[in-house]
């Protein structure tokens, strides 16, 4: 069972692979006798990227990066997943504040780059700010559509067997909305990465988007490249990290969904 | 002992339903579920009600519960009024399926309404421990629900009614969707543990033969706007066996005196008076 485990899983990572190995062909071929310096070979941006991120700017601007993301998302999933069961909870309390959420979420979070400046500066605190606000979203309002999805047979149970509020709140509401939440919490990562980026465009002096730009306008275009390749590492990165937090967590959900489906 | 309340179920009370009614209210209009239903169960005492499906059978075991609150009357559990769910009953749901937390172990499960006892650590496991093992469960316990069939997990439901150590059990068609040799080994798990546990049951059925069988006496229920049509001794021995008490004359006879009343039920017939 485990050996056949093992190679189901190796066939997976050969079929997930086939398509990446085949770009990054088709990238090397196209660009090899590339003159124009805004396409440069894919040879010399690779030769580059080693010298250009291991070095001090790791430290400087990459570290920085993911800390400020890392801190800005983790906010945005406590305070998502807050507001989400006091709105999913009470239906006077959705009537009265869906409305405003509906106006919020349609605010494009860059365009609070410049009031976020106003009021708190140009620090880090900024740029956690825009990714809060961008990332709080999805997990808000999965987590009210999960907390609203709640079994009714269930609620009862716990009703009938007179269990607490913490109790409900932690053997219940959580785990049973926590399939949503963390639909949510995927949308929230992506845009988390998105914004950590644009956060850094303006009035940045450190970070991956800064770094972006500062390359771009110094006309550092094999830089620039790697600057965009590793964007992308991370992105896979943290990708893969979170879909090993979620197959652990929601192993009960996927074998319950496994059961399911063999039933029927 | 035991035997001794159950020969006189009068002589204590464990739950008196006075003057119950519930209707519902739907925009405008208003429906009624339960016109007026009056009954008492003593303690120890193994009473199934039974009715035509839509006789708010549900609704009256929901009130009796304290999870729906009736519109008039009462019901008192061992000298309280059930005003929320009593700190000494318990529920076996109609849908297995959905009555476990898919995301906790058989164990955690069964343990969960525990926590809040103020039990230590080694009483609590005994119990989960014991009623794992009364259910025939014991070597399940680290599974979790869905990886059990039906029966199973029904008996999970009833393991963790019974490590809550209730005076009264109330079951809403706990057996209606299994299947029918898993029913048969789920009922006579019922009477033995109402026969060691000495609790009082309250067993909800629309299964005719299900009710003669397990029940000490029966509640005939009408259709809707609920009444009590009918209340009546079942006169069988109390050691139960699916060959012998379901082969014998009495049972027959109360079997069909049941389906006719139900019958009458079903086409709208009131108890006279």
Same mark, same amino acid.
């Given at each position: 069972m485990s050996s056949d485990r093992a190679i189901q899983i190796v066939r997976q990572m050969a079929l997930a692979m086939g398509l990446p190995a085949l770009l990054f062909v088709a990238w090397w071929i196209s660009s090899s006798?590339? @003159?124009s310096i805004f396409f440069p070979p894919l040879s010399n941006i690779l030769r580059t990227f080693a010298d250009v991120w291991f070095s001090p700017r790791i430290m400087h601007d990459v570290v920085p990066s993911l800390v400020r993301l890392f801190i800005g998302y983790l906010s945005a999933v406590a305070l998502g997943l807050a507001l989400g069961i006091a709105i999913g909870a009470s239906r006077r309390m959705r009537q009265v504040i869906e409305p405003v959420l509906e106006f919020l979420r349609a605010i494009?979070?860059?365009? =609070?780059v410049p009031i976020f400046m106003l009021f708190v500066g140009i620090g880090d605190m900024m740029k956690m700010l825009v990714i809060i606000s961008g990332c709080v979203w999805p997990v808000l309002l999965n987590t009210v559509a999960g907390v609203r999805a709640l079994d009714s047979v269930l609620e009862e149970v716990i009703r009938c067997y007179r269990i607490g509020m913490v109790a409900r709140l932690w053997y219940f509401v959580l785990p049973g909305a926590s399939p949503q939440i963390f639909a949510g919490m995927r949308q929230a990562l992506s845009i988390g990465i998105i914004l950590m980026v644009i956060s850094e465009m303006?009035?940045? #002096?450190?970070?991956l988007g800064f770094s972006l730009v500062q390359f771009q306008r110094s006309f550092a275009i094999p830089e620039m490249w790697t600057g965009i390749i590793l964007l992308g590492l991370i992105g896979i990165l943290l990708a893969f990290i979170f879909r090993f937090v979620e197959n652990w967590m929601l192993a009960w959900y996927f074998g319950l969904r496994r059961s399911q489906r063999e039933s029927s | 002992m035991a035997d001794n309340t159950r020969a006189n179920? %009068? %002589? %204590?009370?464990?739950v008196e339903v006075i003057g119950l009614r519930k209707s519902y209210d739907d925009h405008h209009r208003s429906i009624e579920a339960i016109r007026d239903v009056t009954f008492t169960v003593g303690a120890g005492e193994l009473v199934c009600i039974i009715g035509p499906s839509g006789a708010g059978k549900t609704t009256l075991l929901k009130c009796i519960a304290g999870l729906l609150a009736p519109s008039g009357g009462q019901v008192v559990l061992e000298g309280q009024p059930v005003t @929320?769910?009593?700190?000494r009953m318990a529920v076996v749901f109609q849908e297995y399926g959905r009555s476990l937390?898919?995301?906790? #172990?058989v164990r955690e499960n069964v343990d969960l309404p525990l926590k809040?006892?103020? =039990?230590t650590a080694a009483q609590r496991e005994k119990l989960v421990n014991d009623a794992l093992a009364a259910v025939d469960l014991a070597d399940v316990?680290?599974?979790?629900?869905?990886? =059990?069939?039906g029966g199973m997990q029904q008996r999970v439901a009833i393991a963790r009614a019974v490590a809550y150590e209730p005076h009264v059990l109330l079951m809403d068609e706990?057996?209606?969707?299994? +299947?029918a040799q898993t029913r048969a080994d789920l009922e006579d798990l019922i009477r033995r543990l109402w026969r060691s546990l000495g609790i009082t049951m309250l067993f909800v059925t629309h299964d005719i033969d299900e009710a003669v069988y397990l029940g000490q006496r029966v509640l005939v229920l009408s259709s809707s706007p609920t009444v009590i049509m009918e209340n009546i001794a079942i +006169?069988?021995? +109390?050691?139960?066996?699916?060959l012998e008490t379901r082969s014998l004359p009495r049972f027959a006879e109360l079997r069909k005196h049941l389906y006719a009343q139900i019958q009458a039920s079903k086409q709208g017939r009131r108890p006279a008076g």
């Amino acid at each position: 069972m485990s050996s056949d485990r093992a190679i189901q899983i190796v066939r997976q990572m050969a079929l997930a692979m086939g398509l990446p190995a085949l770009l990054f062909v088709a990238w090397w071929i196209s660009s090899s006798g590339s @003159e124009s310096i805004f396409f440069p070979p894919l040879s010399n941006i690779l030769r580059t990227f080693a010298d250009v991120w291991f070095s001090p700017r790791i430290m400087h601007d990459v570290v920085p990066s993911l800390v400020r993301l890392f801190i800005g998302y983790l906010s945005a999933v406590a305070l998502g997943l807050a507001l989400g069961i006091a709105i999913g909870a009470s239906r006077r309390m959705r009537q009265v504040i869906e409305p405003v959420l509906e106006f919020l979420r349609a605010i494009p979070p860059p365009v =609070l780059v410049p009031i976020f400046m106003l009021f708190v500066g140009i620090g880090d605190m900024m740029k956690m700010l825009v990714i809060i606000s961008g990332c709080v979203w999805p997990v808000l309002l999965n987590t009210v559509a999960g907390v609203r999805a709640l079994d009714s047979v269930l609620e009862e149970v716990i009703r009938c067997y007179r269990i607490g509020m913490v109790a409900r709140l932690w053997y219940f509401v959580l785990p049973g909305a926590s399939p949503q939440i963390f639909a949510g919490m995927r949308q929230a990562l992506s845009i988390g990465i998105i914004l950590m980026v644009i956060s850094e465009m303006f009035a940045a #002096s450190n970070g991956l988007g800064f770094s972006l730009v500062q390359f771009q306008r110094s006309f550092a275009i094999p830089e620039m490249w790697t600057g965009i390749i590793l964007l992308g590492l991370i992105g896979i990165l943290l990708a893969f990290i979170f879909r090993f937090v979620e197959n652990w967590m929601l192993a009960w959900y996927f074998g319950l969904r496994r059961s399911q489906r063999e039933s029927s | 002992m035991a035997d001794n309340t159950r020969a006189n179920p %009068s %002589s %204590s009370a464990m739950v008196e339903v006075i003057g119950l009614r519930k209707s519902y209210d739907d925009h405008h209009r208003s429906i009624e579920a339960i016109r007026d239903v009056t009954f008492t169960v003593g303690a120890g005492e193994l009473v199934c009600i039974i009715g035509p499906s839509g006789a708010g059978k549900t609704t009256l075991l929901k009130c009796i519960a304290g999870l729906l609150a009736p519109s008039g009357g009462q019901v008192v559990l061992e000298g309280q009024p059930v005003t @929320e769910p009593p700190a000494r009953m318990a529920v076996v749901f109609q849908e297995y399926g959905r009555s476990l937390f898919p995301w906790m #172990s058989v164990r955690e499960n069964v343990d969960l309404p525990l926590k809040r006892k103020h =039990l230590t650590a080694a009483q609590r496991e005994k119990l989960v421990n014991d009623a794992l093992a009364a259910v025939d469960l014991a070597d399940v316990h680290r599974a979790y629900p869905w990886q =059990l069939s039906g029966g199973m997990q029904q008996r999970v439901a009833i393991a963790r009614a019974v490590a809550y150590e209730p005076h009264v059990l109330l079951m809403d068609e706990p057996f209606a969707a299994v +299947d029918a040799q898993t029913r048969a080994d789920l009922e006579d798990l019922i009477r033995r543990l109402w026969r060691s546990l000495g609790i009082t049951m309250l067993f909800v059925t629309h299964d005719i033969d299900e009710a003669v069988y397990l029940g000490q006496r029966v509640l005939v229920l009408s259709s809707s706007p609920t009444v009590i049509m009918e209340n009546i001794a079942i +006169d069988l021995p +109390d050691d139960r066996s699916q060959l012998e008490t379901r082969s014998l004359p009495r049972f027959a006879e109360l079997r069909k005196h049941l389906y006719a009343q139900i019958q009458a039920s079903k086409q709208g017939r009131r108890p006279a008076g």
